[in-house]
Structure formats: structure tokens, C-alpha cells
Nanobody, 115 residues
């Protein structure tokens, strides 16, 4: 079992920045993917950014150039730096780890972009 705990959400004005952090613990096997998803009210969950098994990164087109994903060498934390935030970035952001081809999710952290 893998436990994921997110932190760093909140309310920010358009154009502002936030940094999300996710700490992974438990029995972490071989990591296939590690990253962040988001889900806005009435919308499907969507990939924001993630690391692949080979260490490459995938970004949603809507956040490319504004968001940056990073992680520690031990692969126990994964952060999401979000800059130039827009109202359409408002959502619950969820940390995700796929380990040994099993999906694990955090509880989510709310990000609200509003003036």
C-alpha cells in the first residue's frame, strides 16, 4: 500500500503562483508514473503533469510553460510549481502514483484562482 498526502493548495489571484507538494509513504514498489491530476466541478479528472518510469515528463497542453513538476531523488515527494494561474485552473488537485501498475491517489487539495 502507498499513502499519499498533498499540501499547498489555497486561494490565489489570477496571475499568482502556488506550489503543491505530495509526500508518498508505505510500500512503494516500482514506480510507473508519478504526478498530478485535477478535477473541476462537473468535469472529468485530467492529467496535469507526471513523471514517466524513464524519468520523462508529460504535461497537459493547457499548463505547459506555466507549471513545472519536480521530485526528490528518492521519489518520495513530487511537487507542482504553478505560475501564471488562471481561473480555469481552479480544481481539486490530486497526487497520483502508479506503482507496480496499481494506482494510488491522495485525498486532493483545493486550488481556487479568483480575484
Amino acid at each position: 500500500q502507498v499513502q499519499l498526502v498533498e499540501s499547498g493548495g489555497g486561494l490565489v489571484q489570477p496571475g499568482g503562483s502556488l506550489r503543491l507538494s505530495c509526500a508518498a509513504s508505505g510500500t512503494i514498489g516500482s514506480i510507473n508514473y508519478m504526478g498530478w491530476y485535477r478535477q473541476a466541478p462537473g468535469k472529468e479528472r485530467e492529467l496535469v503533469a507526471r513523471f514517466t518510469r524513464g524519468g520523462n515528463t508529460n504535461y497537459a497542453a493547457s499548463v505547459k510553460g506555466r507549471f513545472a513538476i519536480s521530485r526528490d531523488n528518492a521519489k518520495t515527494t513530487v511537487d507542482l510549481q504553478m505560475n501564471s494561474l488562471k481561473p480555469e485552473d481552479t480544481a481539486v488537485y490530486l497526487c497520483n502514483v502508479m506503482s507496480d501498475w496499481r494506482n494510488y491517489w491522495g485525498q486532493g487539495t483545493q486550488v481556487t484562482v479568483s480575484s
